[in-house]
């Protein structure tokens, strides 16, 4: 349980297992552990260099790599885990390899004081309610600090049509300020927009490139907060 966030993050870990070896109170000590987070099976492990500093009560983690299968991901537990995403769009599933490596994570009596991780997303893919057909070859490059995820690179698939973006996302964990650059390329409406229900069906095919900014991912903020352009062309 994190209370330097408001609401406090609660995350359960279960299924863990902790190796550490050479553990010293003044040198940098190597450490592996598996766990499952919002997982029923075990779906990390992270290996790397912890130092504690009992001067000023911090531990810093240093070297760190790990990897984790997103299939194994519990959806539904992700808003109770973060509730500043309570209110947010969720995909129905999601799959993928992340690997990441943490060049530094340094935890204090007040929390998280420092963070500087890389991730990759590979063969990823996701389905939402609202669209036709799942959204696949998912490829993804991110830099995460303290106070803000950069995504350098994402691409991504839907039937014939491609997509492309990049963005950011300003103290994540709180305000959600964001700016995100995308496009895509031959979008087939029918394979985009799920229609089963609609009693009026639209066929085509269309192209885009937007600009979009805002603050907050729930719903209502989508609403009230996002803004920008975007060039439609069908």
């Known amino acids: 349980i994190d209370h330097s966030f408001e609401p406090a993050l609660t995350l359960d870990i279960s299924d863990l297992n902790l190796s550490v070896s050479k553990i010293s109170l003044t040198e940098a000590f190597p450490f592996v552990v598996e766990a499952a987070v919002l997982s029923a099976t075990k779906n990390i492990r992270i290996e790397g260099k912890a130092r504690i500093n009992p001067k000023t009560?911090?531990?810093?983690?240093?070297?760190?790599?790990?990897?984790?299968?997103?299939?194994?991901?519990?959806?539904?537990?992700?808003?109770?885990?973060?509730?500043?995403?309570?209110e947010a769009i969720l995909p129905a599933s999601i799959k993928g390899k992340v690997d990441f490596a943490l060049g530094e994570l340094i935890i204090g009596t007040s929390g998280l004081l420092d963070l500087s991780a890389d991730a990759t997303l590979t063969n990823g893919s996701l389905q939402l309610k609202e669209l036709a057909l799942p959204v696949k070859d998912i490829g993804m490059d991110v830099k995460i600090t303290r106070d803000q995820i950069l995504v350098d690179k994402l691409s991504a698939g839907i039937g014939q049509g491609s997509l492309q973006a990049s963005g950011s996302i300003q103290d994540y964990l709180k305000r959600q300020?964001?700016?995100?650059?995308?496009?895509?390329?031959?979008?087939?409406?029918?394979?985009?927009?799920?229609?089963?229900?609609?009693?009026?069906?639209?066929?085509?095919?269309?192209?885009?490139?937007?600009?979009?900014?805002?603050?907050?991912?729930?719903?209502?903020?989508?609403v009230s907060n996002l803004s920008g352009e975007a060039n439609i062309t069908v």
């Open 57 to 86: 009560n911090e531990l810093t983690f240093s070297d760190l790599k790990g990897a984790t299968d997103l299939s194994s991901l519990l959806i539904e537990k992700i808003p109770t885990t973060f509730p500043m995403v309570e």
């Open 177 to 222: 300020d964001y700016n995100l650059t995308a496009g895509a390329e031959n979008l087939n409406i029918q394979e985009l927009i799920n229609q089963d229900k609609s009693a009026i069906k639209a066929e085509g095919i269309a192209s885009l490139n937007m600009r979009l900014k805002g603050e907050g991912f729930s719903q209502q903020a989508l």
